[in-house]
């Protein structure tokens, strides 16, 4: 098998079709999980005030949000003594990353469980993949 048949793509959400978006990947759990993204969003960058987010889906059944501003943003996790510079993309990969080991935690849901691992697989991939496995590690 080569590498191009395991490229997992992304695609922007159209704003007509955002609201479907986290109730068909997070089922019931979908307020708690997006509340969990702000949240995760908010402790992991003290500039982080809030704002509008792109939602993406990916080809390998997942997904992920991110913010609209498309600036770099310092982000800092202390448990793992991470402390870096990424990209908006970047940051809402780890974000929501970190949001979805929460809820898989909080709820013990297969399908939680694999989004997150969905999610990962694309963040492998990612032109800042380095930057954001050392975030989540």
């Known amino acids: 098998m080569s590498c191009i048949e395991n490229q997992v793509s992304s695609a922007v959400v159209p704003d007509e079709l955002r609201l479907n978006v986290l109730p068909r990947f997070l089922g019931r759990h979908y307020l708690t999980g997006e509340s969990l993204?702000?949240?995760?969003?908010?402790?992991?960058?003290?500039?982080?005030s809030g704002?509008?987010?792109?939602?993406?889906?990916?080809?390998?059944?997942?997904?992920?949000?991110?913010?609209?501003?498309?600036g770099r943003v310092h982000?800092?996790?202390?448990?793992n003594g991470?402390?870096?510079?990424?990209g908006a993309d970047a940051f809402g990969i780890v974000v929501t990353l970190f949001a979805l080991c929460h809820l898989a935690e909080k709820t013990l849901d297969d399908a939680i469980i694999e989004r997150y691992h969905q999610l990962r697989e694309f963040a492998r991939q990612h032109v800042e993949a380095?930057?954001?496995l050392r975030a989540i590690d």
């Not at 704002?51 to 949000?65: D, I, R, V």
């Not at 982000?75 to 448990?79: K, N, P, Q, S, Y």
């Open 37 to 48: 993204v702000y949240d995760w969003a908010a402790r992991l960058c003290r500039s982080y």
């Open 51 to 70: 704002g509008l987010w792109h939602f993406f889906t990916l080809s390998n059944g997942g997904f992920y949000m991110a913010p609209a501003d498309s």
């Open 75 to 79: 982000v800092r996790w202390h448990l």
């Open 82 to 86: 991470y402390s870096d510079m990424m």
């Open 130 to 132: 380095a930057n954001i």
